[in-house]
């Protein structure tokens, strides 16, 4: 069965870094598309970033210059590197695949 399971979240001052790991399993993640969205309370799940089998990253506009979407595919992970965060960068973050699973989320809190 598919699983994916984020890691990495955390409460972080504003200007800080964190690298989240999207942890693939139960499909063939070399040849899937994979995407990170997150979700502020109160408000609709959003897209981030996503990164193709060729290495083609696209970025939400609010996030361009500041993170980056990696993939691994010999440790079927997927990373987002998060640089100068903002508080309303504040949300759950969850990786997605192309089939359109999901993971549990990890919660990224920006705050001094």
């Known amino acids: 069965q598919v699983q994916l399971v984020e890691s990495g979240g955390g409460l972080v001052q504003p200007g800080g870094t964190l690298r989240l790991s999207c942890a693939a399993s139960?499909?063939?993640?070399?040849?899937?598309?994979m995407s990170w969205y997150r979700q502020a309370p109160g408000k609709e799940r959003e897209f981030v970033a996503h990164?193709?089998?060729?290495?083609?990253?696209n970025y939400a506009n609010f996030v361009k210059g500041r993170f980056t979407i990696s993939r691994d595919n010999a440790r079927n992970t997927v990373y987002l590197q998060m640089n100068n965060l903002k508080p309303e960068d504040t949300a759950v973050y969850y990786c997605?695949?192309?089939?359109?699973?999901w993971g549990q989320g990890t919660q990224v809190t920006v705050s001094s």
């Open positions: 139960g499909f063939i993640f070399r040849q899937a598309r």
């Open positions: 997605q695949n192309q089939d359109n699973y």
């Open positions: 990164i193709t089998t060729s290495n083609i990253r």
